[in-house]
């Protein structure tokens, strides 16, 4: 079964810091991922995937992320932090190929929660 | 255009009262989701449709019970729900079930 570690549940930087997220995932087959961000209250809002091809990508809002299949890795990053990204972030992680009642699932880590300091 | 809208915005309920969630694309995916998010926790995948099919359902207990009435719809029909199933509930679509999930802001239901 896969699964997704997200190690921090809080983060605190103040603004105009640099930020890394961590997320961990395992599954034996080839994994696509994505890191999507939470308001308290609202949808979940895409802020980048991957699927194949060139391990670093970018995203909305100047995020981006780094795939290392040598370490299950998928961290997310930000070279200067905006209060406005003051937000719950979570890595999600599905299967490629998979079949079955797996097809399609994704699963979710626990979340990091990001306060920003002015 | 990536928007998936879901209607109520809030919902409270009784638990001996029959309501219905409702969720809308016009994007033209054919891959819909049922997720249900307690408070600070992840979601948890509910329900998907493929082709307006059933194609997984996580065990979800019958007093939810969902429908596709067509490729741009999905509802979710609730009957004497439980207070712990108070929780904020998203839905999502995607192009095809192996695709990048966009999602709808939610419905926070509260269950009396």
């Known amino acids: 079964a896969q699964s997704v570690t997200q190690p921090d549940i809080h983060i605190t930087v103040s603004e105009g810091a640099s930020l890394e997220l961590r997320c961990n995932y395992s599954?034996?087959?080839?994994?696509?991922l994505f890191w999507y961000v939470q308001s308290p209250g609202q949808g979940l809002q895409l802020l980048l995937k991957?699927?194949?091809?060139?391990?670093l990508v970018q995203g909305i809002k100047g995020f981006e992320a780094e795939f290392k299949r040598s370490q299950s890795s998928f961290n997310l990053r930000k070279p200067s932090v905006h209060w406005s990204d003051a937000a719950e972030y979570f890595c999600?992680?599905?299967?490629?190929?998979?079949?079955?009642?797996?097809?399609?699932?994704?699963?979710f880590g626990q979340g990091t929660i990001l306060t920003v300091h002015p | 255009d990536t928007e998936v809208t879901q209607t109520p915005k809030h919902l409270v309920m009784g638990m001996t009262n029959k309501k219905s969630l409702k969720c809308e694309q016009h994007?033209?995916?054919?891959?819909m989701y049922w997720y249900k998010q307690k408070a600070k926790k992840p979601p948890e995948l509910m329900f998907v449709y493929s082709y307006e099919k059933l194609s997984i359902n996580e065990s979800v207990p019958s007093r939810f019970s969902p429908e596709c009435p067509n490729s741009s719809l999905l509802n979710l029909h609730l009957h004497a729900l439980q207070p712990e199933d108070s929780a904020l509930y998203l839905c999502?679509?995607?192009?095809?079930?192996?695709?990048?999930?966009?999602f709808g802001p939610g419905t926070r239901l509260t269950v009396l």
């Open positions: 999600a992680v599905g299967a490629l190929g998979a079949g079955g009642t797996s097809y399609g699932k994704l699963t």
């Open positions: 599954y034996g087959a080839t994994p696509y």
């Open positions: 991957y699927f194949s091809g060139d391990t």
């Open positions: 999502a679509s995607s192009q095809g079930r192996v695709d990048t999930q966009y």
């Open positions: 994007m033209g995916h054919r891959a």
